[in-house]
Each structure stands twice: as C-alpha cells, then as structure tokens.
C-alpha cells in the first residue's frame, strides 16, 4: 500500500460492484454471494455502508471459504481496516497499521481494544451477517 494511502487512511477493500447484492433489515445484513463475486475467492473482503447500518462492516473470506464479518474500524482511531492477503490477519490502513487476527484480537500497534466481530450464517448462496 503506498504511503500516501496510508496517511489519508484510504483503504483498499472496495464497496461491492453491484450495489444490490445486499440488503439490510432488522439488525440482519443479507449478501447474494452470486451477485457478491468479490467474495468468491480466499482473502477478497467487501465493505458495507449505508443503508441504515449503523457501522461500517468489513466482510473477509477465508482460505478455508468461512465469511468472517468485523467493524469497519480500528481501534486505535476509526481508520478502516483490510484483510491481509496470504493471511488470516486484518490490518489498519493508516500509518500506524495496527494488526489484529482472524478473531479480531490485537497482535501488533496502536490499539487497544480487540476488532468487534459480527456473527455470519451462510445458508445456500445468502451469508447473513447479525448486527445485534
Ligand atoms: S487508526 Fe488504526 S492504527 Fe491508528
């Protein structure tokens, strides 16, 4: 990631290509992973805003092909945060770059409190992600 990036903390995972390949009611996120192909690979991630969510989620695929969903925001000060690729490990993409594990813990940097981690039920080709 380059340096610049860093400094403004822009991160790279994107917003999903196309935008209605998930929805949000009720506390429940529900993602058409066929209409998710950001997600049909190990370490690819999305990011989810708006629609009412009152958090920005990250959501990671594994290497084992589990959906791993987190707070969009590290710890340390709100900057966004990345999977790692090649790694189960989530990074911060400021310069300070906190790291935390697939469990949200911290494992390197600034902050000070683990990742707040959503859980995530994949029935058939819907990951859904409870935010309550
Ligand atoms: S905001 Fe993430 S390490 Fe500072």
Known sequence: ???????????????????????????????????????????????????????????????????HAYNNKCTHMGRRIDPVLGSSDIRCCSVMGSVFNAKGEIVSGPAKENLKQYMTVKQGSILSILTV
């Open 1 to 67: 990631m380059g340096i610049l990036k860093k400094i403004f903390g822009i991160c790279e995972t994107k917003k999903p290509k196309d935008p209605h390949c998930w929805t949000f009611s009720d506390g429940r996120i529900e993602i058409d992973l066929n209409r998710a192909g950001e997600l049909s690979m190990p370490y690819r991630s999305i990011r989810l805003e708006g629609k009412g969510l009152a958090d920005r989620i990250l959501v990671v695929r594994d290497d084992s092909g589990k959906f």
